[in-house]
């Protein structure tokens, strides 16, 4: 019992604790790179695209540690960080000083497609020590 205690929060605690950070961060205002409209704009999405990449890859890392195969594990990942940024739009409706854009699902379902197919893609070409380090985090 103990065991599968443990494997669980393993594999989901990581998940958790990323999502609770995207929920602080989108709770608060906005800070502002520059004055010019272009470099907020290009780091905020660029964070989007950041922060939900990383919860893709840890949903991937959690869904394929459950014993999906890998391609549905990366489709299982990207489905649920993009509904994940869709409460995130929801929740900010809620935050003052914040406004739920559809662009910014956009972004975050771009930055959770492409590092799922990064690791998909591209992990069975990176040097054995790598893939070794990865496997040990559970990201294969």
């Known amino acids: 019992m103990k065991r599968k ?3 669980f929060l393993n594999l989901w605690l990581p998940v958790i604790f990323w999502a609770l950070i995207i929920f ?5 205002t906005v800070p ?13 999405k660029g964070a989007h695209t950041f922060f939900f990449g990383i919860l ?3 949903f991937y890392r959690a869904i394929s540690g459950e ?5 549905k594990s990366a489709i299982w990942a990207v489905i649920l960080t993009i509904f994940y940024g869709v409460t995130d739009e929801v929740h900010q409706m809620f935050s003052q000083g ?6 910014d699902i956009f972004f975050d379902g771009t930055g959770a497609a492409l590092a799922v197919y990064l690791i998909y893609r ?9 893939q070794k380090f990865l496997l ?3 990201i294969t």
């Open 5 to 7: 205690i443990f494997h």
């Open 24 to 28: 602080r961060l989108s709770s608060g």
């Open 32 to 44: 502002q790179v520059s004055a010019l409209y272009w470099p907020n704009f290009a780091f905020m």
């Open 56 to 58: 893709s890859l840890l």
């Open 67 to 71: 014993g999906l195969s890998k391609k």
């Open 98 to 103: 914040r406004e739920a854009r559809l662009r």
């Open 122 to 130: 591209f992990l069975p070409k990176f040097p054995k020590k790598i």
């Open 136 to 138: 040990q985090l559970g």
